[in-house]
Structure formats: structure tokens, C-alpha cells
């Protein structure tokens, strides 16, 4: 029999911000929960780092873009520390004349959009009224478990599906499923005309996917995240970077009584009888529990905690070819003051600031990194946190966040002889918005997928813990068998950012978890 301490309710491994979600909903709930982080601190990815002394950013991801209200009012982490620096942080396609586009639909941003194609000012307020429509009706399948792979299930998740369209109009069902199969750039092309209008928002929909503007399925990456993002009205940058929205919630999971645990690195899953029992961990210790969550990588935690021989060949199978290969790069500056972005009004440096000049230049970059190099005109989304939270940087001071899109994770030619190379190009890229950025950096850091996948465990250097492509989503994230969090073992539930929803930072996974994983305690 295992001490008191040794024995819990629920054991949740990874301390990202799924494992801390899902922790702090079964602590409210009563259980008495473990967490377990192999590193020496929380977040993983969603990181507060220095760049060096006294200038600090987010190490990975910047903004928090599709956290629910719900979660953040249950989990009171208003209490627990977390303050927005800018509440739904704008948009801006930044142009080489001087003449940025704010994807908004104020009418001093529509009047500059006119500039470019008065037609384009009108289509873009029609444009915006779609998207809505559409994600109001994707919206709720991402807020609440999937459906069971029953035929009444399936029919009842679809009759409420078109009664959703119903109350849209009846034409909003049909044409979301017309769009789905299509590609954001054909979408974009019989849309719109100003290039700089089509580029960024093509960006937008593609950031941190392998995809290209024109590949088929993409138009639903743009619907998805508009989906994600509604529920949340983000994306939202944090003061004190992401590594104070990760202490929040590690405050509220201690407040519901968590256990946490730093440095603590699960070896293998018990399991006895087809049925998940504990952990051990590489120290031997053993914990007990009649639950386990995991928030690691599904193929980590079926192949590498469970084992293959717990599990069905043709389930194997599919966790081996999760796709999950990382496309992007991370670039932090240190500024010596706030470069000078011309065209650009200084309420406007809080932005984010979109680099795509056209649907032509997001596919020469994608074509690029197909074969294994960057583009010479760089993808990219840039914020100055620092604007809007000056404690990030010594005053008058400036850190600069960069997320680079179409970093192959195997560079032709090796990294080596590369990573300067690709850090030039951002640079000089950068230099024809802002041409006084090279003069100001003090120092910066480059993270490329295998960097992020050495830093972070995140196979590939993906962020998402594998495609967020039209294959990979829904019923079928990351394989059918484990669509609803449940595994084919009794007590074993995946709450990580590979379970549906998926990416994003949402805590939606972890929220839907450890929902699924008390409600089949209550029927035990």
C-alpha cells in the first residue's frame, strides 16, 4: 500500500498550460491532483526569458489568441495574477509605401483601405460578416467534447449542426462546406484585389502551418482560427510576457490544492489489466491514481509512456505518422530604443505588425521551404511587447518579438551554415518598414524548430503537437480512437494541445479533459 502522499485521485503529466488547465478544474472539482513537470519550470513553450540583462519576452509563442472567457472566469485567474497589457491586440499588413492596412472595420481603417481599392474596403466589411458566420458555426464543436462515432451520436451532432445554420440563415451551412475543400489563396484571389490586403490575411490563417496559400483544406485553417478566437475575442498580449499567464494558472491550480511538481520526469505509465494505474517516475518513484492525464505529445504518451504492446497495430500505426514536422522560427531583439516604422502612428507600434506582401510572395516562401530554404522575402509576424508593458525592456528601451513563418526544420546545406543567413534576412527584411532596426539591436535570440524541439520536447519543433490541417482536426485529432481524450486503456485521458480543439493557446483541451475524465469517474 502506497503512503498518503503517494496516492492521489488524478495525475496530470506536463505542467504547459493544458496540464495546468486541466490540474486546476479537478482541484476545483475536489480531487486531490498531481502535477508532474520533467523541467525545472512550468509553461514549457510559454516562457518568460531574458534576452539578456533586464530585457525580457516571450520565449516562444507571444499572444494569448483563443483563451475562452469561461476558463478564465472559472479558474479566477483575474485573482491569481494575470493582467493584459493590450486586450485584442490589432492587426496591421505592413506596406513597403508606407501605406499600412489595419484589418479592422472602424471607418477611419476602411478610409485608408480605400487608398489602396475601394472595392476592397467594401468586400472586406462583407468579408468579415462571413467569417463570423462560418465560425459561429464551428465555434461550438470546438467548446465542448466531440460526439461518440455512434450513428446516433453522429446524427444528432449534425441536426444540431443545421439547426446552428438555421438560425444564421439557411445559406450558412452550405456555403461553409463549399469553401472547406478550397484554398485560402483562391478564397483571397476572388475576393479581393490589393495584394498587401490578400498576403496578410493569408498569413494570418497559415501561421505556424506547412501548408501553402494555395494548398486545398487551407480556407478552414482561417475559419478554425477564427472559430478559436471567438470565444476569447483575442488574441491578448500579457503583461510580463506568457510566463506570467503560465504563473497564473499555476496559482489557481495550488489554489484548488494541485500538487506540483518541477523536475520530475514520468518514465512509464502502470498499467494492469488494460487499465492506466499510476506513474513512475526516471527517480523510481511511484504514484497512484484511478486517473491519469497526459498533456505530453500523443505519441509520446501512447508509444513512449504506455507502449506499443498495449495498443491495437493499426492505432500504432497512426501515432507513428502524426504529422508534426515545425514550420516556424522564433526571433527575439533587444532594442536600444523603438525603431522608426515609417507610415506608422505611434499608438500603432502595440500592433501586430503582418510582413506579406502578396499571395505570390507567401508562396515563393512556402516553395522555399519545401525544398528546404527561406524565401529571400520573409513571412512574418512581428510585436513590440514592450510598447504596451514597459517593464519588459530598461526604460526608453524596446524588446522586439518575431515569429518567422516557413523555417524548414532540416535547412539545406545544415543550420550551421544557415541560421546566420536566415537571421540577416529577417533583418533586412524588416529594414524596409523599419530602417534604423539594425542600428538599434543590443542583442537577440534565434529559435529554430529543432532549437524549439530540443528547448520544449515538442517533436519536430512543432508548437501544436501536430498539423493543424484539415486531416488532423476534429474527429480525426490525433486519431479517431482518441478523438474524445479517451485511450483504449481504462483511466488514461490525453489533454494536450494535440486533442481537439488543437493549437492555439486555449486551454480548451485541458478544460475538455479533465471534463471527460470526472464524468466517467461519476459513472464508474
Excluded at 462560418?134 to 465555434?139: H, I, K, Q, S
Excluded at 530598461?394 to 535547412?411: D, E, F, K, L, N
Excluded at 529559435?447 to 501544436?464: A, Q, T, V
Aim: proline fraction near 6%; include cysteine.
Amino acid at each position: 500500500m502506497l503512503l498518503p502522499d503517494r496516492s492521489f485521485d488524478a495525475i496530470v503529466i506536463g505542467g504547459g498550460h493544458n496540464g495546468l488547465v486541466a490540474a486546476a478544474y479537478l482541484g476545483k472539482a475536489g480531487r486531490r491532483v498531481l502535477l508532474l513537470e520533467a523541467s525545472a519550470s512550468l509553461g514549457g513553450a510559454l516562457s518568460t526569458g531574458e534576452i539578456s540583462p533586464d530585457y525580457r519576452v516571450s520565449t516562444g509563442p507571444h499572444l494569448v489568441d483563443a483563451l475562452p472567457r469561461q476558463i478564465e472566469k472559472d479558474l479566477k485567474l483575474a485573482k491569481h495574477g494575470l493582467r493584459y497589457a493590450v486586450r485584442r491586440v490589432p492587426a496591421i499588413a505592413l506596406d513597403r509605401d508606407k501605406q499600412h492596412i489595419v484589418l479592422s472595420t472602424r471607418r477611419a481603417d476602411l478610409e485608408i483601405m480605400r487608398r489602396h481599392s475601394a472595392a476592397d474596403a467594401d468586400a472586406y466589411v462583407a468579408h468579415v460578416a462571413r467569417m463570423k458566420a462560418y465560425a459561429a458555426l464551428l465555434t461550438p464543436l470546438l467548446g465542448e467534447a466531440l460526439p461518440s462515432a455512434t450513428a446516433d451520436r453522429l446524427r444528432a451532432a449534425l441536426r444540431k449542426l443545421v439547426w446552428r445554420a438555421g438560425l444564421l440563415g439557411s445559406s450558412s451551412l452550405e456555403a461553409l462546406l463549399r469553401q472547406v475543400p478550397g484554398s485560402i489563396g483562391d478564397f483571397l484571389d476572388d475576393t479581393f484585389e490589393t495584394p498587401l490586403l490578400k498576403g496578410a490575411l493569408a498569413l494570418d490563417a497559415l501561421l505556424g502551418s506547412r501548408e501553402g496559400p494555395y494548398a486545398a483544406g487551407t480556407v478552414l485553417a482561417a475559419i478554425y482560427r477564427e472559430s478559436l478566437r471567438a470565444s476569447s475575442t483575442g488574441p491578448h498580449s500579457i503583461e510580463g510576457g506568457l510566463g506570467a499567464f503560465i504563473d497564473a494558472l499555476a496559482a489557481a491550480a495550488a489554489h484548488f490544492g494541485v500538487v506540483i511538481r518541477t523536475s520530475s520526469t514520468v518514465k512509464r505509465i502502470l498499467v494492469d489489466d488494460d487499465e492506466a494505474k499510476g506513474v513512475e517516475t526516471e527517480d523510481g518513484e511511484i504514484f497512484e491514481a484511478p486517473l491519469i492525464l497526459s498533456s505530453a505529445h500523443p505519441r509520446a504518451t501512447m508509444l513512449g509512456l504506455v507502449g506499443a504492446k498495449h495498443l491495437d497495430a493499426g492505432l500504432t500505426k497512426r501515432l507513428f505518422h502524426i504529422s508534426d514536422s515545425g514550420a516556424t522560427a522564433k526571433l527575439n531583439l533587444a532594442l536600444d530604443g523603438l525603431p522608426t516604422i515609417q507610415g506608422l502612428s505611434p499608438v500603432e507600434y502595440g500592433a501586430r505588425l503582418l510582413v506579406a506582401p502578396s499571395l505570390q510572395s507567401l508562396d515563393e516562401a512556402f516553395s522555399c521551404f519545401k525544398h528546404g530554404d527561406f524565401s529571400s522575402d520573409i513571412a512574418m509576424e512581428v510585436t513590440i511587447p514592450s510598447v504596451g508593458d514597459a517593464p519588459l525592456a530598461p526604460a526608453g528601451q524596446h524588446v522586439m518579438s518575431i515569429v518567422i513563418q516557413y523555417a524548414p526544420y532540416a535547412a539545406r546545406g545544415g543550420w550551421e551554415e544557415n541560421r546566420d543567413r536566415l537571421i540577416d534576412r529577417v533583418i533586412e527584411t524588416l529594414s524596409i518598414y523599419a530602417p534604423d532596426l539594425k542600428q538599434r539591436i543590443v542583442a537577440g535570440e534565434l529559435m529554430l524548430p529543432p532549437d524549439i524541439e530540443r528547448k520544449f520536447g515538442l517533436p519536430g519543433g512543432n508548437w501544436y503537437h501536430g498539423d493543424m490541417e484539415i486531416d488532423q482536426l476534429l474527429m480525426f485529432r490525433p486519431a479517431p480512437e482518441l478523438a474524445r481524450y479517451r485511450t483504449p486503456l481504462k483511466g488514461l485521458y490525453l489533454c494536450g494541445t494535440g486533442s481537439h480543439p488543437g493549437g492555439g493557446i486555449s486551454g480548451l483541451p485541458g478544460q475538455l479533459a479533465a471534463q471527460a475524465a470526472m464524468s466517467d469517474r461519476r459513472r464508474a
